[in-house]
C-alpha cells in the first residue's frame, strides 16, 4: 500500500500478498472514501508536473494553517508555492479540491480517532490499549492544523460533508466490531449499547482534540479519558 503524506493525492492501493492489520484497514477506508473521491484529479504522471503539484500541496498546508479556510485563495496558494494561478487551475479546480487532497493525504494525523477504532477491546490488558490509543490520538492528532481548517471549511463548503460523514461512519462502525468482539468474550457490560458506547467515545476524544489542552494537564486527561472509556465498556478489571 502507497505512503500517503501531504504531498500525495488518492490513488486506489496496491494489492500485496500479505498486509499488516493497519494497511487492511487503511484499504477498508479507502474503498469507502473511493466514490466521494471519484471527482479529485489524478497525480500527473511526469516528474516535472508532480513536483508542481507537490509544491502546491505545501503551500496549501502553509497558507490553510496560518490564515484559515476562509481567508485563503488560490492566488495566495499559488504565489506561496512559486507559480502562476494558471498553474494552480491545471491542477485544481478550486481550493476546496485542494484542501481535500490534503486532508485525504494526512487522514490518520487529521482524524486521530481512526487510532481509537482499532484498538484491542478484548485483549486482557484491555486499559493498557485503550491507553496506548487515547495518548496516541491526543497528543498526535493533526500536527499539521488541517483538522480545524476541515472542519471551518465544512461551514462554507457543504459539499465537504459527505466526505466527513464517511470517515466518521467507518470509524464509529470498526469501533462497534471492536466492542462487540470484547462482548462475545465476555468482558464488556451485558446489555451494553455498542453503537451509543462508540459514539460517545469518538465525540469525546473528538472534542478533547479540537483545543489546546488547559489544567490539569497532559497526563492527568489521558489517564481521566481512559479510565472514562474502560469503565463505560467493562464489568470487571482486566
Same mark, same amino acid.
Given at each position: ?5 501531504? $504531498? *500525495? ?19 477498508? #477506508? ?8 471519484? $471527482? ?6 511526469? *516528474? ?23 481567508? *485563503? ?13 494558471? *498553474? ?11 484542501? #481535500? ?5 494526512? &487522514? ?9 477504532? =482499532?484498538?484491542? #477491546? ?7 490499549? +485503550? ?6 490520538? &491526543?497528543?498526535? =492528532? ?18 465537504? +460533508? ?29 446489555? #451494553? ?5 462508540? &459514539?460517545?467515545? &469518538?465525540?469525546?476524544? $473528538? ?14 486527561? +489521558?489517564?481521566?479519558?481512559? $479510565? ?11
Amino acid at each position: 500500500m502507497s505512503t500517503r503524506t501531504y $504531498d *500525495t493525492t488518492y490513488e486506489p492501493p496496491t494489492p500485496r500478498h500479505r498486509r499488516s492489520p493497519r494497511d487492511t484497514e487503511r484499504a477498508s #477506508l479507502d474503498a469507502a472514501l473511493a466514490v466521494a473521491l471519484s $471527482d479529485l484529479p489524478r497525480a500527473p504522471q511526469q *516528474t516535472r508536473s508532480r513536483e508542481k503539484r507537490a509544491s502546491l500541496l505545501r503551500a496549501a498546508a502553509r497558507i490553510f494553517a496560518e490564515r484559515g479556510y476562509a481567508t *485563503t485563495t488560490a492566488d495566495m496558494i499559488a504565489e506561496a508555492a512559486g507559480v502562476s494561478i494558471g *498553474t494552480f487551475y491545471n491542477y485544481f479546480r478550486n481550493k476546496r479540491q485542494i484542501l #481535500l487532497a490534503l486532508v485525504v493525504g494526512q &487522514l490518520d494525523d487529521i482524524f486521530g480517532q481512526l487510532r481509537l477504532a =482499532n484498538m484491542d #477491546l478484548s485483549h486482557d490488558n484491555a486499559r493498557a490499549h +485503550i491507553r496506548a490509543a487515547v495518548a496516541v490520538t &491526543l497528543r498526535e =492528532n493533526d500536527r499539521s492544523g488541517l483538522r480545524r481548517v476541515w472542519h471551518e471549511a465544512m461551514f462554507s463548503e457543504p459539499e465537504l +460533508i459527505p466526505y466527513q460523514q464517511v470517515i466518521r461512519r467507518h470509524t464509529q462502525e470498526r469501533l462497534m466490531e471492536q466492542l462487540q468482539h470484547a462482548q462475545r468474550r465476555g468482558r464488556a457490560w451485558e446489555g #451494553l449499547d455498542v453503537e451509543v458506547t462508540a &459514539l460517545a467515545i &469518538l465525540s469525546l476524544v $473528538d472534542a478533547l482534540s479540537m483545543h489546546a489542552w488547559p489544567e490539569p494537564g497532559e497526563i492527568r486527561i +489521558i489517564e481521566g479519558v481512559t $479510565d472514562m472509556i474502560y469503565r463505560a465498556i467493562y464489568a470487571s478489571p482486566s
